[in-house]
């Protein structure tokens, strides 16, 4: 697999630094050229960040990438670990600042299941070995966020600051050590703090550092990007990773008037521009766009509400996950029952929509979806009315 060659903005830390960008700094500090993939190598596929640590290269080139700066600029404050073994990683910037990144187990895989995964069988990727969990994680893209979904208490903070792309990768990293040796980290999803199409420089830079060949080697295809829906910047995810991006749009409404409430950005890019950029955006053959529906009690979760959402994505190459609102302390919305969820789905698959209900995970440490906030931050509580007209 080739690597993913976007046009990028330059490197910030070493830790950014791709294979080639190595080989140029290798031979500015004196080294051979091919010791830039050594290093990043070390870093990114082997989750090494000391640089004592890489005993195949020359003891002045270890004390070298000191001086430049390689280091992990991540520590784990603490690890909460729910009831469903979800794992809650909090995390300290290097301006202690703090951010969260949610580790999620998936099943364990065995030999029955082999070739029974569609997506890999859609993909060509190889299964994973027998006998072998599964993990997904969900990995932070700023401090807090701006877009101020009522559903999210990420949003609710308010945004802090961009992380820069070695922080969103170190993210990885870090997952990756908290994992056994049975346990393998198999899909990433941008869905933690922030809106990654807001942070879109540094994102860039993660993406492709993140399914390096040379580096992490994560499949194009299990890495999901999450975006309330920056049009501009959809538009230009598609056209310079070529579709290669997976892709989930909250969408969470029917009608322009009742998503502004519950998502501001709407009003700014409403639901016809939305809808026409899902439609541009390019996709290699039998891969989806993944609808991301909030369902929130008494807000959109009727039969009409899911007729509406049939009509709207008439036409486009999607499948619709439905989550029910996991509850926040800054919101006083709750989710709908499970016996809606169940008729709202069905109303959707008669319609010929692939339609998902994601089950609940980590609510009992506050680290399901929409539940991730900073560790402190004053939330704004925002009440609205049972029913928005």
């Given at each position: 697999?080739?690597?993913?060659?976007?046009?990028?903005?330059?490197?910030?830390?070493?830790?950014?630094?791709?294979?080639?960008?190595?080989?140029?700094?290798?031979?500015?500090?004196?080294?051979?050229?091919?010791?830039?993939?050594?290093?990043?190598?070390?870093?990114?596929?082997?989750?090494?960040?000391?640089?004592?640590?890489?005993?195949?290269?020359?003891?002045?080139?270890?004390?070298?990438?000191?001086?430049?700066?390689?280091?992990?600029?991540?520590?784990?404050?603490?690890?909460?670990?729910?009831d469903?073994?979800t794992?809650?990683?909090?995390?300290?910037?290097?301006?202690?600042?703090?951010?969260?990144?949610?580790?999620?187990?998936?099943?364990?895989?065995?030999?029955?299941?082999?070739?029974?995964?569609?997506?890999?069988?859609?993909?060509?990727?190889?299964?994973?070995?027998?006998?072998?969990?599964?993990?997904?994680?969900?990995?932070?893209?700023?401090?807090?966020?701006?877009?101020?979904?009522?559903?999210?208490?990420?949003?609710?903070?308010?945004?802090?600051?961009?992380?820069?792309?070695?922080?969103?990768?170190?993210?990885?990293?870090?997952?990756?050590?908290?994992?056994?040796?049975?346990?393998?980290?198999?899909?990433?999803?941008?869905?933690?703090?922030?809106?990654?199409?807001?942070?879109?420089?540094?994102?860039?830079?993660?993406?492709?550092?993140?399914?390096?060949?040379?580096?992490?080697?994560?499949?194009?295809?299990?890495?999901?990007?999450?975006?309330?829906?920056?049009?501009?910047?959809?538009?230009?995810?598609?056209?310079?990773?070529?579709?290669?991006?997976?892709?989930?749009?909250?969408?969470?409404q029917?009608?322009?008037?009742?998503?502004?409430?519950?998502?501001?950005?709407?009003?700014?890019y409403?639901?016809?521009?939305?809808?026409?950029?899902?439609r541009?955006?390019?996709?290699?053959?039998?891969?989806?766009?993944?609808?991301?529906?909030?369902?929130?009690?008494?807000?959109?979760d009727?039969?009409?509400?899911?007729?509406?959402?049939?009509?709207?994505?008439?036409?486009?190459?999607?499948?619709?996950?439905?989550?029910?609102?996991?509850?926040?302390?800054?919101?006083?919305?709750?989710?709908?029952?499970?016996?809606?969820?169940?008729?709202?789905q069905?109303?959707?698959?008669?319609?010929?929509?692939?339609?998902?209900?994601?089950?609940?995970?980590g609510?009992?440490?506050?680290?399901?979806?929409?539940?991730?906030?900073?560790?402190?931050?004053?939330?704004?509580?925002?009440?609205?009315?049972?029913?928005?007209?």
């Amino acid at each position: 697999m080739k690597p993913l060659a976007p046009p990028l903005t330059p490197a910030q830390s070493p830790l950014e630094r791709l294979p080639e960008e190595w080989a140029e700094r290798m031979v500015a500090l004196g080294e051979p050229r091919y010791r830039g993939l050594a290093v990043f190598r070390w870093i990114h596929q082997r989750g090494v960040l000391d640089a004592s640590q890489m005993s195949d290269l020359p003891k002045r080139l270890r004390e070298l990438l000191v001086t430049e700066g390689l280091c992990q600029p991540l520590s784990i404050v603490h690890e909460h670990l729910s009831d469903d073994t979800t794992r809650k990683l909090l995390l300290r910037l290097g301006d202690d600042k703090e951010i969260e990144s949610v580790l999620i187990p998936q099943r364990i895989q065995t030999q029955a299941d082999v070739g029974a995964d569609d997506d890999e069988a859609e993909d060509g990727a190889e299964p994973a070995p027998a006998e072998l969990a599964q993990f997904t994680q969900c990995i932070s893209t700023q401090v807090g966020c701006a877009m101020g979904c009522v559903f999210c208490a990420s949003g609710q903070a308010g945004l802090k600051r961009n992380l820069s792309a070695g922080e969103i990768v170190a993210q990885l990293h870090l997952g990756r050590q908290r994992l056994a040796d049975n346990e393998r980290l198999r899909n990433v999803v941008l869905m933690g703090m922030g809106e990654p199409l807001a942070n879109y420089d540094a994102v860039a830079r993660a993406l492709v550092l993140m399914t390096h060949p040379d580096g992490l080697n994560l499949s194009r295809r299990r890495v999901t990007l999450s975006t309330s829906g920056l049009v501009p910047q959809i538009d230009r995810l598609g056209q310079e990773f070529e579709g290669q991006v997976q892709l989930a749009v909250s969408l969470h409404q029917v009608d322009d008037a009742r998503r502004s409430a519950l998502m501001p950005i709407n009003k700014k890019y409403p639901l016809a521009e939305l809808l026409a950029a899902l439609r541009r955006y390019p996709m290699p053959k039998r891969r989806r766009i993944t609808i991301e529906y909030t369902l929130v009690q008494g807000q959109n979760d009727s039969l009409d509400d899911a007729r509406a959402l049939a009509r709207l994505m008439r036409g486009l190459r999607v499948k619709v996950n439905l989550i029910p609102m996991n509850p926040i302390e800054a919101s006083a919305l709750g989710p709908s029952s499970w016996e809606t969820v169940d008729k709202f789905q069905q109303v959707l698959i008669d319609q010929g929509i692939a339609t998902f209900v994601r089950r609940r995970k980590g609510a009992d440490i506050a680290a399901a979806c929409g539940q991730l906030a900073l560790k402190g931050a004053k939330l704004r509580r925002v009440l609205l009315p049972v029913s928005i007209a």
